[in-house]
């Protein structure tokens, strides 16, 4: 029987061994959860504004869009674009205009609501989504909006600041809306913004001729 008993010595460096092969699973395993959840962001994050990307904030357009049919409440959307952001590349440099997004991007998170999204749809372009708020109520976050990009400046890294602006077109859910018709309906209040003289909201009604 005494033949089968490990001695002690050997007892405490397979112990050591075992531990050590457990931390080693243990740090493995948490670079594994670690990547998972860089992998994770990388799906529906934008790298550079930190804001959902388009395939992510479409996700939420279209579990908003089943919310309201189901339980008749309201869902706006908000199309929003930079104003001359090409000006903005060519002179200052696409350095600058990557800044100038995450800045603007930073502005739109502090100007919503804790319940509301905000997308970056494509370039400069952004969607921002309204849970719960009527046209009327769109439109005054997008003036809030609005108001917070013209008046924060943007830096050069060289030094100095410049203005930009940007143009807001704001559409509600209205009854036989798929995504491509809100969307659509809040692009072309976005387009007549553009057509008005930029740096202005401008609202979509139900009316047929808005798409």
């Known amino acids: 029987m005494k033949d089968d008993i490990l001695p002690t010595g050997d007892s405490h460096e397979i112990y050591a061994e075992l531990t050590r092969l457990n931390n080693q699973l243990l740090t493995m395993q948490r670079e594994m959860e670690k990547k998972n959840c860089e992998l994770e962001r990388l799906a529906y994050y934008d790298t550079l504004t930190g804001l959902?990307?388009?395939?992510?904030?479409?996700?939420?357009?279209?579990e908003w869009l089943r919310q309201v049919r189901r339980y008749s409440d309201r869902l706006s959307v908000v199309m929003?674009?930079?104003?001359?952001?090409k000006h903005v590349n060519d002179t200052f440099g696409h350095r600058t205009g990557d800044r100038v997004l995450a800045d603007i991007a930073g502005l739109m998170r502090r100007s919503v609501r804790q319940a509301d999204f905000c997308g970056r749809y494509g370039g400069e372009e952004f969607l921002v989504l309204l849970p719960q708020t009527d046209v009327a109520g769109a439109a005054v976050m997008s003036e809030r909006m609005r108001t917070a990009v013209e008046g924060t400046p943007m830096h050069i890294p060289e030094g100095g600041t410049f203005q930009i602006t940007a143009s807001f077109g704001a559409a509600e859910y209205c009854d036989g809306d798929d995504e491509d018709l809100?969307?659509?309906?809040?692009?072309a209040a976005l387009y007549r913004a553009k057509e008005c003289g930029r740096n202005r909201t401008e609202i979509a009604s139900c009316a047929p001729t808005d798409g």
């Open 80 to 85: 929003v674009d930079l104003d001359h952001f």
């Open 52 to 62: 959902l990307n388009r395939r992510a904030i479409l996700e939420k357009l279209d």
């Open 182 to 187: 809100l969307v659509g309906r809040a692009d």
